[in-house]
């Protein structure tokens, strides 16, 4: 089984978890659905299912479309708001590795060197991810253990982390965390939808 990457809109990824001996595809988070499809055809694949993680307009976008394009196609999420939901899905199996619908990397770890400037697996992860932006490649996948070397979202009982936030219980220091997160080199205004479709179907140009 293999993961395909596909960035879309200004900062999104959708992902395409393919079955390479089947040639049974996944799809998770389709939010722009033409290209998708472009690739799901390009490749040679069939696509069975959609897993959405939630319901906001650049990642659930895509599932009606999907659904009167495939027929049979099964869309799942554990959100009523989805739009095109067939199956809700209540329990979660355990993940080996991280996708993130985004691309803050950077960001997130110049945020965390912030907090834990002394970090050497900060700096390691920094560095590698600028790589990979000149590259114009993805960071994602992550693995949850290696999160709990640089994330400090997941390392609240951290000496570096609770002398950053003040704070020595973990329900304190993750409050204070994200208070300081959120003052973090606040993101671009994003553009409003109607103009991010007209961006990603190459109306406009960015």
């Not at 307009?57 to 479309?65: I, L, V, Y």
């Not at 993130?100 to 834990?116: D, P, Q, R």
């Not at 982390?161 to 208070?179: I, M, S, Y």
Request: proline residues 6%; neutral net charge.
């Amino acid at each position: 089984m293999k993961v395909k990457v596909i960035s879309i809109l200004e900062d999104n990824y959708m992902y395409l978890v393919i079955e390479e001996q089947s040639k049974q595809a996944v799809a998770v988070d389709p939010a722009v659905p033409h290209r998708l499809l472009e690739i799901v055809k390009r490749e040679g694949l069939s696509l069975t299912a959609v897993l959405t993680t939630h319901h906001h307009w650049d990642h659930a976008r895509g599932n009606e479309a999907l659904l009167k394009e495939v027929p049979g196609l099964r869309v799942y999420g554990g959100d009523d708001r989805i739009g095109g939901l067939t199956d809700k899905v209540t329990n979660a199996q355990e993940l080996k590795k991280v996708f993130c619908g985004h691309e803050y990397t950077i960001k997130n770890l110049k945020f965390a060197m912030l907090v834990e400037p002394e970090n050497e697996k900060v700096k390691e992860m920094l560095s590698w991810a600028r790589a990979r932006d000149d590259d114009d490649k993805p960071t994602v996948p992550s693995t949850l253990m290696e999160e709990f070397e640089y994330n400090p979202f997941l390392r609240l009982s951290e000496e570096g982390v609770q002398k950053f936030t003040g704070k020595t219980d973990p329900v304190e220091v993750l409050r204070a965390l994200r208070k300081e997160k959120d003052k973090f080199k606040k993101p671009k205004e994003r553009l409003p939808p109607h103009a991010m479709l007209a961006l990603e179907w190459g109306l406009l140009r960015p």
